[in-house]
């Protein structure tokens, strides 16, 4: 458990330094420099700076795959696989920030053929996303408006959600947040 707890050390600083810094900015060197070791002890706990951004990449993209997987197995109709969507993406981002961080801002930073894989897995995401709304305007559960659209706009208003979570300054509260972005994507802005 004593190892356990190390690695966990070790990986969150290295997640904050990254975040921080930038993956291509961040060097083996900074992150010996951030924990007091050796270069070469940091060798101990990852493979390489790639090994690492592809380990935690396609960890918090298959927790999303997981989170959507389950709600599509549902009953339940678009409208509510929706809301379960935005919540399981909420709860992600709230419970590991830097994770989702790394998966907006340094996916690019994937050499091929892991990007490529990234990419097409995203793609899946995506489309089983789309796959939903298009079930929703098909059930007269959402207006007719392009799936595109509508799909990317739902995905930018939760992508920034890392940064809100990482500001030091903020006291988060997941079930608020749920609260106020699925009503803004389901309400919109205008005051009825």
């Known amino acids: ?28 060197r900074d992150i010996a420099h951030e924990l007091n070791f050796e270069v070469a002890n940091v060798y101990n ?20 795959h997981k ?22 993406y909420i709860g992600i981002t709230t419970r590991r920030p830097y994770h989702q961080a790394l998966l907006v801002n340094e996916w690019r930073n994937l050499k091929e053929p892991q990007l490529q894989e990234f990419v097409s897995r995203r793609k899946d995401y995506e489309n089983k996303m789309r796959g939903i709304i298009a079930e929703g305007i098909e059930e007269d559960q959402f207006r ?6 509508m799909a990317q706009t739902i995905l930018a208003t939760l992508r920034w959600l890392h940064n809100k979570c ?22 919109g802005i205008s005051k009825k």
Do not use: C, W
């Open 1 to 28: 458990m004593k190892n356990s707890t190390k690695k966990e050390r070790f990986l969150l600083v290295v997640l904050k330094l990254i975040h921080r810094k930038g993956f291509k900015a961040t060097t083996m």
């Open 45 to 64: 706990y990852i493979d390489s700076k790639q090994s690492l951004l592809e380990g935690y990449l396609f960890d918090i993209q298959d927790e999303f």
């Open 144 to 149: 007719a408006n392009d799936v595109e659209m």
């Open 67 to 88: 989170a959507i997987d389950t709600i599509l197995a549902t009953p339940h109709s678009p409208n509510e696989k929706l809301r379960l969507l935005v919540a399981s």
């Open 166 to 187: 990482l500001d030091s300054e903020t006291i988060i509260n997941p079930l608020e947040i749920e609260k106020q972005l699925l009503d803004f994507i389901f309400t």
